[in-house]
């Protein structure tokens, strides 16, 4: 069993900047780490994946604005998040994928095996 623990959400102005960390409990080698995000009335989405060897994924709509890093040696996965809109309000939730080897655009909600319990991102107008 492995447990996720998010850290940095928050309130931010629109055009705003956010980091979001995530710390794992056990080991992450492997295994794609990431964000998804869930806005009220709406389904879980990805937002940002990052493979073991450092390749990413980013949803069109944080393209150039997100940056998502990990560092293996201690088992955490970041989120840096620039230009926020008012449309990136939800509540974000950190991942780790259930298969080895793949890649960060193979992740999706149906290969998650562990979440985090997810931080309130709020970017006002």
């Known amino acids: 069993q492995v447990q996720l623990a998010e850290s940095g959400g928050g309130l931010v102005q629109a055009g705003g900047s956010l980091r979001l960390s995530c710390a794992a409990s056990g080991p992450t080698v492997g295994r794609v780490m990431g964000w998804f995000r869930q806005a009220p009335g709406s389904n879980r989405e990805p937002v940002a994946s990052i493979s073991y060897n450092g390749g990413t994924y980013y949803a069109d709509s944080v393209t150039g604005r997100f940056t998502v890093s990990r560092d293996n040696s201690k088992n955490t996965v970041s989120l840096q998040m620039n230009s926020l809109k008012p449309e990136d309000t939800a509540v974000y939730f950190c991942?780790?994928?259930?298969?080895?080897?793949?890649?960060?655009?193979?992740?999706?909600?149906?290969?998650?095996?562990?979440w985090g319990q997810g931080t309130q991102v709020t970017v006002s107008s």
């Open positions: 991942a780790l994928d259930r298969n080895f080897w793949t890649t960060a655009s193979e992740m999706g909600t149906a290969t998650v095996a562990y």
